[in-house]
């Protein structure tokens, strides 16, 4: 099977298994602490794809530079975007805190834009951009009465931050990769973060009504572990290191849909027309930023081209 095909399947894998994740957190959050039930998650994960690294190879890179990077990557990726996002939807609906995390992309390739110089938006990044936040501002506007809730407006400010972590830990690992057993290193990733969500959790998080035991929290936790973080952050990785980075973040046209869906019929969640138009104006949003940032790498590497052929034209000398 060819090298992109896989990288493909790895994408639609993330599209649909990350969807589903919502549901699963908030089943696990309604019964444990967020930020311990989220490190749990990461640790057990991380050190099941470390081991799965260890198997395939059994070279790894464990320099400090390595070592820092992917600390930095974990805490990015997982302490604050995972962990936020788990401890949000102790306040906010399942669906709602998908429909915000689907910023990811157009947050991303700002950032892409941002870092790099001389990079400007066209006009179709500056209108995605746009439409997908006034996405964010249908939600607002539908859950209007529930910003009175100081929790439930933390919720959605600490959503924002972790869409915006998750962003920033993406492009800072796709542009400094570390090509020795890449698998081990995404074990690296989930163990940092998971660790510092650990040592988060008796800070933040409060053991009052915590159970021991409960048979949905604990299977909720077992599907996060094996799909949500053992094979869909693997098939992540995978695919970030094949794939543009622009095109991996098109999971978040998938995931909302999932998540909202799943929300509705499992969980009773609401669906109201504005739930309806604020997927579609955030997708919309992410379509045209993708498309805008598409055409605008077109368009330089046709310049690259052109100037490469006009250095490598031959000068001849004038006629006498």
Not at 147 to 160: E, R
Not at 239 to 249: C, S, T
Not at 283 to 309: C, F, P, Q, S, W
Request: include cysteine.
């Amino acid at each position: 099977m060819a090298k992109n095909t896989k990288a493909y399947i790895a994408l639609i894998f993330i599209c649909i298994v990350w969807g589903t994740t919502y549901l699963f957190i908030r089943v696990g959050v309604e019964h444990y602490p967020a930020f311990l039930f989220a490190g749990v998650r990461q640790v057990v994960s991380a050190i099941i794809i470390m081991v799965i690294g260890l198997a395939m190879s059994k070279k790894v890179d464990l320099s400090l530079t390595s070592l820092k990077h992917q600390a930095l990557v974990g805490f990015l990726l997982i302490t604050i975007g995972n962990g936020l996002v788990t401890w949000a939807e102790k306040y906010v609906p399942s669906g709602v805190a998908a429909l915000i995390c689907s910023l990811m992309p157009i947050i991303t390739v700002m950032i892409n834009l941002a870092s790099a110089k001389g990079e400007r938006p066209n006009l179709s990044i500056m209108i995605g951009t746009l439409v997908g936040f006034g996405g964010v501002a249908l939600i607002f506007r539908d859950n209007i009465a529930d910003l009175a809730d100081t929790q439930y407006l933390l919720g959605m400010i600490g959503l924002l931050c972790a869409t915006s972590a998750w962003s920033l830990g993406s492009v800072i690992n796709k542009r400094r990769q570390f090509p020795v057993n890449p698998v081990f290193n995404s074990g690296l990733q989930l163990m940092f973060g998971g660790i510092f969500l650990l040592i988060a959790s008796p800070v933040f998080d409060t053991y009052e009504n915590a159970l021991v035991w409960d048979t949905e929290a604990f299977w909720s936790l077992v599907y996060l572990i094996i799909f949500g973080s053992v094979a869909a952050y693997t098939a992540y990785m995978y695919a970030l290191k094949e794939l543009p980075v622009g095109l991996v973040a098109t999971y978040a046209y998938v995931n909302p849909l999932v998540a909202v869906i799943l929300g509705y019929l499992v969980l009773n969640e609401q669906l109201t027309w504005y739930t309806a138009l604020s997927f579609a104006a955030i997708m919309t949003g992410v379509y045209l930023v993708n498309r805008g940032y598409i055409r605008k790498h077109m368009a330089a590497r046709r310049e690259r081209v052109k100037a490469k052929d006009i250095l490598q034209t031959p000068v001849t000398a004038g006629s006498k």
